[in-house]
């Protein structure tokens, strides 16, 4: 019976451990990209431009929703910005450390992202291809 307990014990332990899931609905709340990170050692007047332009940015609020069959569904365009790529729908494989999003038709990788943190109310990706862009969003109920 201590056996059988015991191996339950950690049966859920690792489903606890691994159980964080990508599926819900996600609000982008901060992106940073590569010309931010360049520029962020220039003078006051060009970083003062920088947060003007961030201003002048949708206040629609970015929503991505991640569905259980590995379909997903963009408020705007968040993940990316290719014209190969424009739909608002897509399709993703998640592996528990890298998120890609796959073409509908040939089901190849589109672009790749690090999951850099899964938590049950945040989730920060950075993309593999320019590490310098990540994307932060937070779980909404």
Not at 121 to 127: A, C, D, F, G, Q
């Given at each position: 019976?201590?056996?059988?307990?015991?191996?339950?014990?950690?049966?859920?332990?690792?489903?606890?451990?691994?159980?964080?899931?990508?599926?819900?609905?996600?609000?982008?709340?901060?992106?940073?990209n590569?010309?931010?990170?360049?520029?962020?050692?220039?003078?006051?007047?060009?970083?003062?431009?920088?947060?003007?332009?961030?201003?002048?940015?949708?206040?629609?609020?970015?929503?991505?929703?991640?569905?259980?069959?590995?379909s997903?569904?963009?408020?705007?365009k968040?993940?990316?910005?290719?014209?190969?790529?424009?739909?608002?729908?897509?399709?993703?494989?998640?592996?528990?450390?890298?998120?890609?999003?796959?073409d509908?038709?040939?089901?190849?990788?589109?672009?790749?992202?690090?999951?850099?943190?899964?938590?049950?109310?945040?989730?920060?990706?950075?993309?593999?291809?320019?590490?310098?862009?990540?994307?932060?969003?937070?779980?909404?109920?």
């Amino acid at each position: 019976m201590k056996i059988l307990t015991t191996f339950l014990m950690l049966i859920a332990a690792t489903a606890y451990c691994h159980g964080q899931s990508i599926v819900g609905r996600w609000q982008l709340v901060k992106q940073s990209n590569c010309v931010e990170e360049e520029m962020s050692e220039v003078d006051g007047n060009t970083q003062e431009l920088l947060e003007d332009m961030k201003g002048l940015s949708s206040s629609t609020p970015q929503v991505i929703e991640f569905k259980e069959n590995n379909s997903g569904q963009e408020s705007t365009k968040i993940i990316s910005q290719k014209k190969s790529y424009n739909s608002k729908a897509f399709l993703y494989r998640y592996d528990g450390s890298t998120l890609y999003f796959l073409d509908k038709r040939s089901r190849t990788i589109i672009e790749g992202f690090t999951v850099e943190q899964l938590e049950s109310e945040s989730l920060i990706i950075s993309n593999t291809a320019r590490v310098c862009e990540t994307k932060v969003f937070v779980r909404l109920k």
